[in-house]
């Protein structure tokens, strides 16, 4: 299990906290991660969060512009200036901070979706407008899941 995959909706407690899915920790434990980045994503109203090395590969695009250019300065805006650290609880859980509560509009539940390398935390009713949205795209262009 190498891959974040589906999604789960968890309750945030009276504390300001939300477990993250089992199977989400399971990947994290199996790669050895610690302490999550995460940033504001540049389409959706969600927080993408992984590994130190979903910022390395960032990094590597920008250390590859001319680090005055334009391509440079925004990328470093979106993932340095929309990014922090978290770690979780010893139970698993992560805080949901207001940085994550107003990007997103979340407020008493959190849809964690799977992105492949990374999850996402979204507002559980934007994720299903999304990925409605996103379903209908592919039919309208005619693609299909083969």
């Not at 999550?36 to 927080?47: E, K």
């Not at 698993?92 to 997103?104: A, K």
Request: glycine share 8%; aromatic share 10%; charged share 25%.
């Amino acid at each position: 299990m190498n891959r974040f995959l589906s999604h789960v909706t968890n309750r945030i407690d009276a504390k300001g906290r939300v477990s993250v899915p089992s199977v989400f920790r399971a990947v994290l434990l199996e790669a050895g991660v610690r302490e999550l980045y995460c940033f504001q994503d540049f389409v959706f109203p969600a927080i993408s969060v992984g590994g130190p090395e979903l910022l390395d590969r960032f990094e590597k695009q920008m250390a590859a512009e001319d680090p005055f250019s334009d391509a440079a300065n925004e990328m470093s805006l979106l993932v340095h200036g929309g990014g922090v650290y978290v770690k979780l609880d010893p139970e698993g859980r992560l805080m949901v901070t207001d940085f994550i509560r107003d990007f997103t509009g979340i407020s008493n539940d959190v849809t964690f979706v799977g992105r492949g390398d990374h999850f996402q935390l979204w507002d559980p009713q934007a994720f299903a407008r999304a990925q409605a949205e996103a379903r209908e795209g592919r039919k309208q262009r005619g693609l299909r899941s083969q």
